[in-house]
C-alpha cells in the first residue's frame, strides 16, 4: 500500500503544481512615473500599490509601446506593435465608424485566453472602437462592466462632452453610474474576483481605471488628506491617485479572502506617461521624474511607466532592469496558463517567464520601437542601454539611458556610427508596419458630431 501511497501523493501535488493561475491585469491611465510611493513620491501615499509592488518583481525598465492611450491598450490587446495593423492614433466616439477601432482582423488576448480555458471580464475603460462590432463582448471578453470610450465623467450627474457622459454599459446594455467612477470600477472588479474563485475554470480581468486621466474631480474625503497642496489641480490628482490606490486595495484584499492571491499573476502598468497639463497656477500636476518628457512624446517620459509582475507562486519579489514591454503580457500570460502552443506566430510581445525566474539572464528584447503620427512622424529606439530620438525632419538625438536616464546629453554627434545603425534598424521595423487607419479627433471638434465619409 505504502508505493501507492506515494504514488497518490505526488498525483496530488502535480496536479495542484499544474493549476493555471488567474490573471489580472491593472492599468492605470495617465499616471506620472514618480506618483507612486514604490516609485519615490513622498507626496503621494499609495500603500496598497506599495504593498503589491513589494511582493512583486519591479521592472525598471518597463515600457508601454505607445506614448498615448488607444494604441497602448491595442498593442496590450494582441501582443503587437499596433503601428502593424494601423492602430496608431485614438479613435473618435463615433458610433456608426466601422473603421476607428481594433481591427477585426486582429486576434486578441482574451480570445486566446478563453481558448487556453479561462473565463474572461473587463471592467473599465475600452477606447478601442465605439461601434458595435468593438465591443469588448465581441473581442473575447465574457464579461464587461465600464465606459466604452475614452474617458468619462467621475461624479454621477457631472455634465461634461457627449463622450464623457455615455452611459456605463454593462454586456452591451446602457446601465446608471451610483457612485464615484473609480470606486465602482473597483467594486465590480472585486465582485468579479468573489463571484468567480469557486470555479473549477480560471479566469482573466483586464481592469482598466479611467483614473487618474481628466476631468479632474475626486472624493472630498481623499482632497482633504491633500490639504496641504496648494496648486487645486495637483491636489486633486493626488486625491485621485489615492481612490484609485483604495479601489486596488479592495480587489487584492478580495484575492486574499477568497485564497486566490498566490496563484493569481498580476501585471500593473499606466497606460502612458503623466500629461504636460499647465494647472492654473502655472505647473504641470504630474510627475514624471527623473524621466523626461510626457505623454504624446517618444522621450522616456512618455512610455517608460510604473511595471511591475506579480505571482507569488512562481515569481520572486525584487527588481528586474532589463528593457520589457506590455505587448509582453499576452505570450507571458499564455505561457503561465500551460498554453504557449496557442502564441501566435506574429507577436511582438515574449514570454517572460524564464527571464524574471532568472533561467534566462540574457535581455527579453533586442530592441524596442515606439513611433507616433505615422511614416515620417516622431521615432524612438531602444538597444541595449542606447536610445535614439527622431523627431521628424530633424537631426537623431542619441541619449545612453544607462548614465542618463534624463536624456539630458546627445551623443549623436559622438557615436555617429551608433546612430547610423539605429536609424536603419527604423527603416526594417517600419517596413512591417502601416499608415494609421484613422486619425485622432481634432481638439476643439466634438468628435460625435463628426461623421466618416
Known sequence: MRPLLVLATLLLNASAFAVKPNVLLIIADDLGYHDLGFQGSKEIPTPNLDKLAAQSLVCTNGYVSHPFCSPTRAGIMTGRYQQRFGHENNPAWLPQDTVAGLPLTETTYPQLMQKAGYTTGAVGKWHLGAHPQFHPNKRGFDEYFGALGGGHMYFPGTSGGAEYNIPLNRNGKDEAQTKYLTEQFGDEASSFVERHAAEAKPWMLYLAFNAPHTPLQAPQKWLDKFSQITDKNR????????????????????????????????????????????????????????????????????????????????????????????????????????????????????????????????????????????????????????????LGKADPELYDLATDIGESKNLAAEKPEVVKELVSAIAGWEKGTIAPIFESPKAGKPAAKKKKK
Request: glycine share 12%.
Open 235 to 390: 491636489q486633486t490628482y493626488a486625491a485621485m491617485v489615492c481612490a484609485m490606490d483604495e479601489a486596488v486595495g479592495g480587489v487584492l484584499s478580495k484575492l486574499d479572502a477568497t485564497k486566490q492571491r498566490e496563484n493569481t499573476l498580476i501585471y500593473f502598468v499606466s497606460d502612458n506617461g503623466g500629461p504636460n497639463l499647465q494647472g492654473k497656477s502655472g505647473s504641470n500636476f504630474t510627475n514624471n521624474s527623473p524621466l523626461r518628457g510626457a505623454k504624446g512624446m517618444v522621450y522616456e517620459g512618455g512610455m517608460r511607466v510604473p511595471f511591475f509582475v506579480s505571482w507569488p507562486a512562481k515569481i520572486k519579489p525584487g527588481k528586474y532592469d532589463q528593457p520589457v514591454i506590455a505587448l509582453d503580457f499576452l505570450p507571458t500570460s499564455l505561457a503561465a496558463a500551460d498554453s504557449s502552443d496557442l502564441t501566435p506566430k506574429n507577436l511582438d510581445g515574449v514570454n517572460l517567464l524564464p527571464f524574471l525566474s532568472g533561467e534566462k539572464t540574457s535581455a527579453p528584447h533586442d530592441t524596442l520601437f515606439w513611433r507616433t503620427g505615422g511614416p515620417g512622424g516622431n521615432n524612438a529606439i531602444r538597444r541595449g542601454s542606447m536610445k535614439l530620438v527622431r
